[in-house]
């Protein structure tokens, strides 16, 4: 098999840098880089779009109601609590606690460049940032609002937010809704993107990937992981069967969810369509060493672990130590900066709270 | 009476200042400086102690542990969940939320500048920010760990901090104790102050006061508020019956607290001494204007109207509109920058979290 083969070329390659054939290290660079370019790409500016556009207004607006706890049913939640900026936009967690305690049945992704995904959520039942934002204000679990009047009462009873909200939506008689909640949300979110390492290497130098990271990335393109974890995410551009040689729990240790009553069937508990039992949308993977637990219920700890149970669970393949290791040197390359305008959270409009 | 006719003939000076006595007007400036600087004090550039030492490996520890989600019950509580960097480390709500959605039965005040008041605690009941900080983690309310040795064995499975805790309090067999995280978490608030206008007044600026915070000013230490707020942080240095000319909840709406079987009395709900029946720690007023809502439960939304409230309750007196907005000018002279410290949150050390 020619990628094999390239790959064994290219570890003798590493091997006799030292030594001898520069060229073919040379050589061999070129190839591993050009690869790369078809499988990934960087990252861009932002994620904003002609339907979606990120006016500074916008923007402003979002971060602030990104961190807004006033508009929970119990003062408390916010994307910001799930998502937050000491864990990468992460809460850490293997599922995340809601209003008033509640566990969410799956893990919080990180926010981190999520808005360049195909679509939202772990079964995919979200189109983009926009709609995932807004309907979590209604979610029983995350904000715990009744209907979107209710949210939008509690949003109105803000009077430091109006002005923003004019700013944000000219022209609109009423712009302090739900639904422009989620327009600025998910404008401050699509600035989000952590570029890093990787990003550069992908642009052309290659010096920004040390020798192990590169064998990582070689081998995670060589034995399939790049099948499904490829595009500008590293991941989160198409669905998959969790579990594709064996059941995942058997592996991850995941267990019952109260909620689902049984396994978590990922699409499926959407759809209730038995061709999407277990199929998940594939997750990306940028800033994945730093945002354990793994998988949709955080029910794996570690880093190596996780990629030992992938490369088992979905390639049938028995990872090597050195696999391992040299897998993980490459993910570490996908680890970029907290955000300035995420680690710099914003002082919100003193208001009361309804007693 | 000297004070009332002081006050009068500043009035008049500033009245008159465009067209004629610019000499009265400069001595009455004077004057007024010289009163404020007998009755309130600047702010240091710290509140580190020979005994609290604010090293930096300490109060880097403190900062991450101050946000440090992980060490609670349900992995959701933290220092900053309470005081947050959104709200002027308050979080705007009238009574606080803790683990598992329990309401804590006061309002959570301001981190900032609060290691300079007497005590902690709204009867008092804690010495330092320290003590504050280590009995929170075992508060069933706050961080609900059953004790010390719950909350220690969460902090030790997060191996990103023992480094952070060597390197803190050197020498020490076994460094990562919640008494250590107390100290550190102490020493972070110990730099979270935040100086505002009326320290460059207090420092010798007249024109860092405009003219009616300068009313209000006047008309704060005449009428008799700053008799209980005085001092560094402009109140909490000292306790005082809340409610001297009627019952507290008659003018603030106060509802009866379950957990108190009744009113909230105070110091009394430690001490169950008579004699402590409605003493609360007068509260410190730095940032007032940016921390609603007011009193010990938060049970009043609006500046104006805690201002008109303390007016009847504390002295006795009805406040005129234009006091309230002469004594709201003042206040807002109170109101510091969001130390960049706290505004900007940290990285924490990613690790695995106990499925």
Not at 113 to 121: I, Y
Not at 179 to 187: D, E, P
Not at 244 to 264: M, P
């Amino acid at each position: 098999m020619g990628i094999r083969k390239n790959a064994v070329l290219y570890s003798c390659a590493i091997a006799l840098a030292a030594g001898a054939s520069w060229l073919a290290a040379e050589d061999n660079e070129d190839t591993l880089l050009a690869r790369a370019q078809q499988t990934f790409k960087p990252l861009p500016a932002d994620a904003g779009t002609p339907q979606r556009p990120l006016t500074p207004e916008r923007v402003a607006l979002g971060r602030a109601l990104f961190f807004e706890t006033r508009v929970s049913s119990d003062g408390k939640g916010s994307c910001g609590g799930c998502h937050n900026p000491y864990f990468y936009g992460t809460d850490a967690l293997p599922r995340s606690v809601g209003v008033g305690g509640k566990v969410i049945p799956r893990n919080a992704p990180t926010v981190f460049n999520t808005a360049l995904q195909l679509v939202q959520h772990y079964g995919g039942n979200r189109a983009d940032v926009e709609e995932q934002a807004v309907k979590a204000l209604v979610s029983p679990l995350a904000y715990g609002n009744a209907d979107y009047a209710a949210a939008e009462a509690r949003l109105r009873a803000l009077p430091g937010y109006r002005a923003m909200f004019e700013k944000a939506f000219p022209g609109e008689t009423e712009p302090v809704t739900a639904k422009n909640w989620g327009k600025a949300v998910g404008a401050y979110e699509r600035t989000l993107l952590t570029p890093a390492a990787f990003d550069r290497y992908l642009k052309g130098d290659k010096a920004a990937l040390g020798a192990q990271a590169k064998q990582g990335l070689d081998k995670f393109m060589s034995y399939g992981c790049s099948g499904c974890h490829n595009g500008v995410t590293v991941g989160g551009q198409m669905f998959q069967k969790f579990g594709l040689t064996q059941d995942y729990w058997e592996l991850t240790g995941s267990k019952e969810i109260d909620i689902f009553k049984g396994r978590d069937k990922g699409k499926f508990q959407d759809t209730k369509n038995d061709a999407d039992a277990f199929i998940f949308k594939v997750q990306q993977l940028r800033n994945v060493a730093v945002t354990p637990p793994y998988f949709h219920d955080g029910s794996v700890a570690e880093l190596g672990d996780a990629v030992r149970i992938m490369g088992k669970l979905q390639l049938g393949r028995d990872l090597t130590e050195i696999d391992v290791s040299d897998l993980i040197a490459f993910l570490q390359s996908l680890t970029g900066e907290v955000p300035a305008q995420f680690a710099a959270t914003p002082s919100l409009p003193a208001a009361a709270y309804k007693y």
